[in-house]
């Protein structure tokens, strides 16, 4: 049963442009969510985390947007960078359900 | 804040040895975490401690799967009897109680190969 869906497994866009991951998850009682990002050969990595009591929430050029109703959530990059190439988890408060991932291409 | 390190790096076994892994975590994390990631999926939950406790195990891990952490500290994931379905990254991942929702740091994992 997959309680966060990533449904992109892949994702290009060319350097300075806006890069838009999505995440969708099944129970309306998740209140708070992460995102990740991974590195071939490393660990994950804390990104960026929403609240269910705020519908936004923006640390430098990442933003991540919350729709309770729609049960859908999404992660803004702009502008994108090379270096932002990776693979991005969305996951659950709770930190017990992953998505399957959206790997990102920067074009330069 | 040295990370978290997960040893051994690599683990090549034949099909129904044992074997264990090792996790420390950063020193003043009181909770560890054990995920699965297999190619093209996200990390699968499998245990999570709170200090020496074991609060929650996900139904998929099987009886052959046993983890512990004696004191607190470092944690130990078991495979008895390695099927090649246990073919996999494991990752240990740890964290601060207290807030509600702290971020996971995590090791670079343990990659299993099962021949």
């Known amino acids: 049963d997959q309680q966060v869906k990533q449904n992109s497994p892949s994702l290009s866009v060319q350097e300075g442009r806006i890069s838009i991951l999505n995440c969708d998850y099944t129970?309306?009682?998740?209140?708070?969510f992460l995102w990740y990002k991974k590195y071939p050969a490393e660990g994950p990595t804390f990104l960026i985390s929403?609240?269910?009591?705020?519908d936004k929430n923006e640390d430098g050029r990442f933003t991540v947007f919350l729709n309770k109703s729609a049960k859908h959530l999404s992660l803004h990059i702009v502008p994108s960078q090379p270096g932002d190439s990776a693979v991005y988890f969305c996951?659950?408060?709770?930190?017990?359900?992953f998505g399957t991932g959206t790997s990102l291409t920067v074009i330069p | 804040d040295t990370g978290v390190s997960q040893n051994p790096r690599h683990k090549i076994t034949k099909r129904g040895q044992n074997v264990t892994f090792r996790c420390d975590p950063i020193s003043e994390h009181n909770r560890l975490y054990w995920y699965r990631q297999t190619l093209g999926q996200g990390p699968e939950f499998l245990t999570y401690?709170?200090?020496?406790?074991?609060?929650?195990k996900s139904r998929l891990l099987s009886d052959r799967f046993s983890a512990e952490r004696p004191k607190g500290s470092f944690s130990t994931l078991e495979i008895q009897r390695t099927e090649q379905g246990d073919s996999a990254m494991y990752l240990c991942a740890s964290s601060l109680s207290g807030a509600s929702f702290s971020p996971l740091h995590f090791g670079n994992g343990t990659r299993l190969t099962v021949t």
């Open positions: 996951a659950t408060g709770n930190q017990f359900y």
């Open positions: 401690f709170q200090n020496e406790a074991q609060l929650e």
């Open positions: 129970n309306s009682m998740f209140d708070y």
């Open positions: 929403i609240s269910s009591i705020k």
